[in-house]
């Protein structure tokens, strides 16, 4: 690493260091940090942690008290609570929160180093504009009239599309709901977020099998489990805290399987360890299924009462038998049957995955497959069983659930006219204004059809480089892109880098607005026509953020914006005053001053998201589970006793929490467990896929939430069925007339997401039913272009014979408004040049794109470098020594320079590295491009320079888990 910058003001580790690498041991001395420290401090056992302090040159007054306050950690979605300790405005000290009922006390690397953030040096201070290629000061005044001006003239000359608002996961949920409202305003659907990168194949492929994308169980209930899958998921590293509960679970003799290209540090805690091909997820779970099917392992009654569909799996997985499953994993046959036992014969089991089994072209297909597989053993709807599915950033659930979503308004409504109809009710603002905002014209769905740029979905963040670079005749909407937002975005996380740079330097307008200079600031050669705002961090602002388990939790303002940094929503008011929208924008959101109420804008998503239950988490109710953590049990969740406003709740209301705040449900901490009535919690499957398929009953039979008065399978509740089951009698004046307020002269199809008065919701629970309907999971998904999951071989293949036995998808036309390619790239055979697979991943000390925890001294001493794990046999072959510099190059001309990890962590043939890193493009230093004094402490060349084209078919999700690439020495 080199501390070195000219003209800069630096660290001061940087004049000690000036222009050498440095251990880590002189990295400690010469910045200095105190060796271990609070990065240590969540291994530590209560009596022997340490308080981590400021530095105090000159000590506060003795009567000025330290106050303590309350927030969420600020980095994975674990969602861990810290004490923050401030003196006089400053934040002195943190501790993790001991009564936190998730973390328990516990902290990693990174949320142990948090308060770093609240003051760090590294910060962007105040607007910058590039001119004639320096970075130049100005005033907020100055960017916003600016700013301003510029994006209207090309909304004008060029329609609204031609705008992208890139949002972030990192916004508090009131953040992300008012952006996706922003982008309404607007008059576009170019908005988009993480999210699409990470676990939209997660929410596609869960959702439509049963109901809900979400992680169904928790962190917590992971200790009732007997059994644990991990697949794709390096929790110990991505995920550190959620690894205590794991060990609980192994404590109490449950099996851990982990399944994984690379032996990680999970897989060191593993019973069984087994090592996969990248991108062939699919086989395998067939295999195991093959077995479970073989042995009659399945759950027969759960599967007759719950389940439509899995003759047709069946059939499919008779193609795997445990040759063919070696032949195409890798894996052999008597492992195969080992884990499929092991699970059979360990239940309740729970499944956890994370980004290895989401970022393919097939992702879709990965994720139903495992969803299939709980299904077959009847691990859906019970304590320690469910899909974990652990989320990257402290509120990329959120902001999934109700943030900037290109191919939904809030709360997964779609973009369909009812689903405009019910948002403009909700904002209480005419149709035809807001459809008056978008572009008039019709363009091609890719389906056959044509349809307005309102009801279509937009460009994601994933194809936004060829929403800019694609000929316009091929996109579908009137002009490509020539403005860019990338707000609280880091654009190293993405694919196609060299491409990425040629897209960035063709736009009109750059704009980034973060915390930190992203790799967005230094990555391209624009010299004008470039701005950088500084938004403050969630630790100077409050809201809430969704942990992965759906639970919502309240941060506290720590302390108050840094240097001229502006929150995000604040920044939000600030454009839409400029942009003529502001009034109906916050129709009936308070401002005070700039500065829109967060809890206004809590109110407003509740009153309108209904089919996610975001509704019963009233600002007061989540407010009261923040000051009241000790008395949630760590094993359930649930109060155990304390204030009325809390008592019988589970932490964090999670989703659906259904009604009104009055009615005061306590949310649902385990989805669709039957066991448990409604009213407290418990769950059916979703009846969102009709009532029955040539002539098969898709509804449950013989199966209902305890205590329902139907005792069967039903479709989900609307006025109409209120009125035949004789329920409506039920609903109070004032819901009766809100029902009719919204249906006009045909209330009976009024249903349970879009009644405003949540009567529809209250009376279905009162008879014990889910407001949603009582269906079967479903299997069979005929709507997704692979109705049952089959294996495809990933657009870059490394086996021509498998390709062309299990080929990839048809190029596309028009696909999220863009032509997509699939067989036309796989037709190439690149595997000569390219021999090795490059797969990709977390490392504990850094998060995202790494430019916020690069910037942290406390992290930055523990990983200085970037590199590639790579085999014993391939390092030999390519006469590579560990520790070398080497060149990794990729088949579409992006390459990078790295240093050589020689490791059997990787087996031979595949290739890994971490994609935290920025700073240097294709082996050439950008510090000098940074604002003077934000540059990171360090830098590294991103891996995704090196990675290639390929997109899920569904969500348009980067293939980042398998592409292909060779090693050279430098």
């Known amino acids: 690493m080199k501390l070195t910058r000219k003209g800069m003001g630096e660290p001061a580790a940087a004049g000690v260091f000036r222009g050498r690498t440095v251990t880590r041991r002189e990295f400690l001395a010469g910045s200095g940090l105190a060796v271990g420290s609070a990065a240590l401090a969540g291994l530590l056992a209560p009596g022997l942690m340490r308080r981590a302090r400021a530095a105090d040159p000159a000590p506060a007054p003795a009567a000025a008290p330290v106050e303590i306050r309350r927030t969420i950690c600020g980095h994975c979605s674990v969602g861990c609570g810290v004490y923050a300790e401030v003196r006089s405005g400053v934040w002195v000290g943190q501790e993790p929160a001991f009564d936190h009922p998730i973390n328990l006390g516990s902290h990693c690397a990174k949320g142990a180093s948090l308060r770093e953030h609240g003051h760090g040096e590294r910060r962007l201070k105040y607007p910058m504009k590039l001119v004639d290629g320096q970075w130049t000061r100005v005033t907020w005044q100055q960017a916003l009239d600016e700013l301003g001006a510029r994006l209207l003239q090309i909304r004008e000359a060029s329609g609204p599309d031609s705008v992208y608002w890139l949002g972030s996961s990192k916004h508090s949920n009131e953040q992300a709901y008012l952006f996706r409202k922003f982008a309404a305003f607007w008059g576009s659907n170019n908005i988009d977020h993480q999210a699409r990168i990470c676990h939209s194949t997660t929410v596609a492929g869960v959702a439509n099998t049963w109901g809900y994308g979400a992680m169904t169980n928790s962190y917590n209930d992971i200790v009732n489990a007997k059994a644990v899958f991990f697949i794709g998921s390096?929790?110990?590293?991505?995920?550190?805290?959620?690894?205590?509960?794991?060990?609980?679970?192994?404590?109490?003799?449950?099996?851990?399987?982990?399944?994984?290209?690379?032996?990680?540090?999970?897989?060191?805690?593993?019973?069984?360890?087994?090592?996969?091909?990248?991108?062939?997820?699919?086989?395998?779970?067939?295999?195991?299924?093959?077995?479970?099917?073989?042995?009659?392992?399945?759950?027969?009654?759960?599967?007759?009462?719950?389940?439509?569909?899995?003759?047709?799996?069946?059939?499919?997985?008779?193609?795997?038998?445990?040759?063919?499953?070696?032949?195409?994993?890798?894996?052999?046959?008597?492992?195969?049957?080992?884990?499929?036992?092991?699970?059979?014969?360990?239940?309740?089991?729970?499944?956890?995955?994370?980004?290895?089994?989401?970022?393919?072209?097939?992702?879709?297909?990965?994720?139903?497959?495992?969803?299939?597989?709980?299904?077959?053993?009847?691990?859906?709807?019970?304590?320690?069983?469910?899909?974990?599915?652990?989320?990257?950033?402290?509120?990329?659930?959120?902001?999934?659930?109700?943030?900037?979503?290109?191919?939904?308004?809030?709360?997964?409504?779609?973009?369909?006219?009812?689903?405009?109809?019910?948002?403009?009710?909700?904002?209480?603002?005419?149709?035809?204004?807001?459809?008056?905002?978008?572009?008039?014209g019709e363009y091609d769905d890719g389906k056959g059809g044509r349809l307005s740029p309102m009801n279509m979905p937009g460009i994601t963040v994933s194809r936004w480089i060829d929403g800019v670079l694609e000929d316009g005749a091929n996109i579908t909407q009137k002009h490509p892109l020539r403005a860019m937002v990338f707000w609280g975005h880091a654009p190293n996380s993405q694919t196609r880098g060299p491409q990425m740079k040629q897209a960035m330097e063709k736009l009109d307008l750059l704009v980034i607005i973060d915390p930190y200079p992203t790799a967005a600031a230094v990555m391209h050669e624009r010299r004008n026509d470039t701005w950088l705002l500084p938004a403050c961090t969630q630790f100077e602002t409050t809201g809430s953020c969704t942990a992965s388990n759906r639970s919502i939790q309240w941060r506290d303002k720590v302390i108050e914006p840094l240097f001229e940094s502006k929150p995000d929503h604040v920044i939000m008011y600030l454009f839409a005053k400029r942009f003529g929208f502001a009034e109906p924008l916050f129709k009936h959101i308070a401002v005070n001053g700039d500065e829109p109420s967060i809890e206004d804008l809590t109110r407003e998503f509740n009153r309108g998201s209904w089919t996610i239950g975001y509704t019963g988490q009233s600002p007061e109710r989540l407010k009261a589970h923040q000051k009241n953590w000790h008395v949630f049990s760590p094993d359930t969740l649930r109060a155990e006793g304390g204030p009325p406003d809390v008592a019988g709740d589970y932490y964090g209301l999670p989703w659906p929490c259904w009604g009104t705040p009055a009615l005061r449900h306590p949310g649902s901490p385990n989805l669709y467990d039957t066991r448990v009535p409604v009213a407290e919690g418990g769950l059916c499957f979703r009846a969102n896929f009709g009532v029955e398929r040539n002539g098969v009953n898709l509804l449950a039979e013989g199966s209902y939430p305890k205590g329902s008065e139907i005792e069967d399978g039903y479709p989900e509740f609307s006025f109409g069925l209120l009125q035949k089951l004789g329920w409506d009698g039920d609903l109070t004046a004032d819901e009766l007339a809100a029902i009719r307020a919204v249906g006009g002269d045909k209330p009976e199809a009024v249903n349970w997401k879009t009644d405003l008065s949540g009567g529809i919701q209250r009376v279905a629970i009162k008879h014990g039913c889910a407001p949603f309907g009582n269906a079967k999971a479903r299997c069979v998904v005929w709507n997704f272009p692979d109705a049952v999951p089959v294996h495809r071989e990933p657009v870059y293949a490394s086996r021509r014979e498998l390709a062309e036995q299990y080929p990839t998808y048809a190029d596309r036309k028009a696909f999220f408004r863009l032509p997509t390619r699939y067989a036309s790239i796989q037709a190439?055979?690149?595997?000569?040049?390219?021999?090795?697979?490059?797969?990709?991943?977390?490392?504990?000390?850094?998060?995202?794109?790494?430019?916020?925890?690069?910037?942290?001294?406390?992290?930055?001493?523990?990983?200085?470098?970037?590199?590639?794990?790579?085999?014993?046999?391939?390092?030999?072959?390519?006469?590579?020594?560990?520790?070398?510099?080497?060149?990794?190059?990729?088949?579409?001309?992006?390459?990078?320079?790295?240093?050589?990890?020689?490791?059997?962590r990787v087996g031979p043939g595949v290739v890994f590295t971490p994609f935290h890193f920025a700073g240097h493009f294709q082996g050439r230093d950008l510090r000098s491009k940074y604002p003077a004094g934000s540059d990171p402490y360090v830098l590294g060349e991103s891996n995704n320079i090196a990675t290639t084209y390929g997109y899920d078919s569904v969500t348009m999700m980067q293939e980042t888990k398998v592409t292909l690439c060779r090693v050279i020495p430098a």
Request: charged share 25%; proline share 6%.
């Open 234 to 440: 390096n929790a110990a590293e991505a995920h550190p805290v959620s690894m205590q509960h794991v060990l609980r679970a192994k404590e109490r003799g449950a099996k851990m399987i982990v399944c994984d290209p690379r032996f990680t540090r999970t897989a060191a805690h593993a019973d069984i360890y087994v090592r996969l091909r990248p991108g062939t997820d699919v086989p395998f779970i067939w295999g195991l299924l093959w077995h479970i099917f073989g042995n009659g392992w399945e759950d027969r009654s759960f599967i007759e009462q719950r389940v439509y569909g899995l003759d047709e799996v069946r059939a499919e997985v008779a193609k795997w038998p445990p040759a063919e499953v070696e032949r195409v994993t890798g894996v052999k046959p008597e492992l195969v049957r080992r884990v499929a036992q092991t699970m059979a014969e360990n239940r309740p089991g729970t499944f956890v995955w994370c980004m290895g089994g989401t970022q393919h072209s097939i992702g879709n297909n990965n994720t139903r497959a495992y969803c299939i597989f709980q299904l077959a053993l009847g691990n859906l709807g019970v304590a320690g069983g469910g899909t974990n599915i652990f989320r990257g950033h402290d509120n990329v659930q959120g902001a999934t659930d109700v943030g900037p979503n290109s191919d939904s308004l809030p709360a997964y409504y779609g973009l369909s006219p009812d689903a405009w109809k019910h948002w403009a009710r909700v904002w209480d603002v005419d149709l035809d204004y807001l459809k008056s905002r978008f572009d008039p």
């Open 828 to 904: 190439r055979d690149y595997s000569r040049d390219f021999p090795l697979i490059h797969t990709s991943g977390r490392l504990v000390e850094y998060e995202g794109g790494g430019e916020e925890t690069r910037s942290n001294p406390w992290l930055a001493e523990l990983q200085q470098h970037m590199f590639v794990e790579i085999n014993p046999v391939d390092a030999n072959n390519a006469g590579v020594r560990d520790g070398q510099d080497v060149w990794l190059e990729g088949p579409e001309g992006g390459r990078i320079r790295v240093r050589a990890m020689v490791t059997r």
